[in-house]
Nanobody, 123 residues
Framework: QVMLVESGGGLVQAGGSLRLSCAAS????????MGWLRQAPGKEREFVAV????????YYAESVQGRFTISRDNAKKTATLQMNSLKPEDTAVYYC????????????????WGQGTQVTVSS
Protein backbone atom coordinates (compact mmCIF):
# COMPACT_ATOMS: atom_id res chain seq x y z
CA GLN A 1 0.00 0.00 0.00
CA VAL A 2 1.34 3.41 -1.02
CA MET A 3 0.00 6.66 0.37
CA LEU A 4 0.60 9.92 -1.49
CA VAL A 5 0.26 13.43 -0.10
CA GLU A 6 0.56 16.50 -2.31
CA SER A 7 1.57 19.98 -1.24
CA GLY A 8 2.62 23.27 -2.79
CA GLY A 9 -0.50 24.41 -4.58
CA GLY A 10 -1.82 27.94 -4.36
CA LEU A 11 -2.74 31.10 -6.20
CA VAL A 12 -0.29 32.63 -8.65
CA GLN A 13 -0.42 35.20 -11.42
CA ALA A 14 -0.01 34.21 -15.03
CA GLY A 15 3.66 33.86 -15.88
CA GLY A 16 4.54 32.84 -12.35
CA SER A 17 5.85 29.57 -10.94
CA LEU A 18 4.82 26.95 -8.43
CA ARG A 19 6.49 23.82 -7.16
CA LEU A 20 4.32 20.86 -6.24
CA SER A 21 5.62 18.09 -4.03
CA CYS A 22 4.37 14.58 -3.45
CA ALA A 23 5.42 12.67 -0.36
CA ALA A 24 5.02 8.91 -0.50
CA SER A 25 4.88 6.35 2.23
CA UNK A 26 5.02 2.61 1.84
CA UNK A 27 7.47 0.13 0.40
CA UNK A 28 9.13 -0.11 -2.98
CA UNK A 29 8.76 3.52 -3.99
CA UNK A 30 11.45 3.24 -6.64
CA UNK A 31 9.57 0.45 -8.41
CA UNK A 32 6.69 2.78 -9.28
CA UNK A 33 6.50 5.27 -12.06
CA MET A 34 5.30 8.57 -10.60
CA GLY A 35 3.10 11.03 -12.36
CA TRP A 36 1.00 14.13 -12.08
CA LEU A 37 -2.55 14.45 -13.32
CA ARG A 38 -4.91 17.39 -13.18
CA GLN A 39 -8.59 18.04 -13.31
CA ALA A 40 -10.13 21.39 -14.11
CA PRO A 41 -13.75 22.22 -13.24
CA GLY A 42 -16.14 20.52 -15.63
CA LYS A 43 -13.37 18.60 -17.34
CA GLU A 44 -12.03 15.09 -17.17
CA ARG A 45 -8.83 14.27 -15.33
CA GLU A 46 -5.86 14.53 -17.70
CA PHE A 47 -2.26 13.40 -17.79
CA VAL A 48 0.37 16.06 -17.10
CA ALA A 49 3.75 14.39 -16.61
CA VAL A 50 5.34 11.09 -15.62
CA UNK A 51 8.77 9.88 -14.56
CA UNK A 52 10.10 6.33 -14.47
CA UNK A 53 11.14 4.54 -11.30
CA UNK A 54 14.82 5.40 -11.58
CA UNK A 55 14.14 8.82 -13.04
CA UNK A 56 15.68 8.10 -16.42
CA UNK A 57 12.58 8.63 -18.53
CA UNK A 58 10.05 11.44 -18.50
CA TYR A 59 7.01 12.28 -20.60
CA TYR A 60 4.90 15.41 -20.68
CA ALA A 61 1.57 16.45 -22.07
CA GLU A 62 1.99 18.74 -25.05
CA SER A 63 0.24 21.54 -23.19
CA VAL A 64 2.97 21.68 -20.52
CA GLN A 65 6.04 20.61 -22.49
CA GLY A 66 8.86 23.07 -21.96
CA ARG A 67 7.17 24.74 -18.98
CA PHE A 68 6.86 21.92 -16.43
CA THR A 69 9.58 19.63 -15.10
CA ILE A 70 8.99 16.43 -13.18
CA SER A 71 11.62 14.92 -10.90
CA ARG A 72 11.92 12.45 -8.06
CA ASP A 73 14.13 11.64 -5.10
CA ASN A 74 13.91 7.94 -4.29
CA ALA A 75 15.89 8.29 -1.08
CA LYS A 76 13.33 10.77 0.24
CA LYS A 77 10.37 9.09 -1.47
CA THR A 78 9.25 12.31 -3.09
CA ALA A 79 8.17 13.45 -6.52
CA THR A 80 8.14 17.07 -7.61
CA LEU A 81 6.52 19.07 -10.37
CA GLN A 82 8.16 22.41 -11.11
CA MET A 83 5.71 24.58 -13.00
CA ASN A 84 6.95 27.70 -14.77
CA SER A 85 5.31 30.22 -17.08
CA LEU A 86 1.93 29.30 -15.68
CA LYS A 87 -1.20 30.10 -17.66
CA PRO A 88 -4.81 30.51 -16.54
CA GLU A 89 -5.63 27.28 -18.36
CA ASP A 90 -3.30 25.45 -15.96
CA THR A 91 -5.84 26.08 -13.20
CA ALA A 92 -6.90 22.71 -11.82
CA VAL A 93 -6.61 20.30 -8.94
CA TYR A 94 -3.30 18.50 -9.36
CA TYR A 95 -2.96 14.89 -8.27
CA CYS A 96 0.13 12.83 -7.66
CA UNK A 97 -0.15 9.23 -8.86
CA UNK A 98 1.86 6.02 -8.78
CA UNK A 99 1.67 3.34 -11.45
CA UNK A 100 3.42 0.31 -12.82
CA UNK A 101 5.06 1.95 -15.82
CA UNK A 102 5.32 5.34 -17.50
CA UNK A 103 3.11 4.10 -20.34
CA UNK A 104 0.33 2.89 -18.08
CA UNK A 105 0.36 6.17 -16.18
CA UNK A 106 0.19 8.13 -19.42
CA UNK A 107 -2.85 6.10 -20.38
CA UNK A 108 -4.63 6.67 -17.10
CA UNK A 109 -3.63 3.44 -15.39
CA UNK A 110 -2.45 4.26 -11.90
CA UNK A 111 -2.51 2.22 -8.73
CA UNK A 112 -2.44 4.99 -6.14
CA TRP A 113 -3.21 8.68 -6.06
CA GLY A 114 -3.35 11.48 -3.56
CA GLN A 115 -6.09 13.85 -2.47
CA GLY A 116 -4.94 16.62 -4.76
CA THR A 117 -3.77 20.20 -4.38
CA GLN A 118 -5.43 23.23 -5.93
CA VAL A 119 -3.51 25.39 -8.38
CA THR A 120 -5.14 28.63 -9.46
CA VAL A 121 -3.55 30.90 -12.05
CA SER A 122 -5.02 34.37 -12.37
CA SER A 123 -4.84 36.39 -15.57
Amino acid sequence: QVMLVESGGGLVQAGGSLRLSCAASGPNFRTYAMGWLRQAPGKEREFVAVISGLGRTTYYAESVQGRFTISRDNAKKTATLQMNSLKPEDTAVYYCAAGQTTQTLKNGGYDYWGQGTQVTVSS
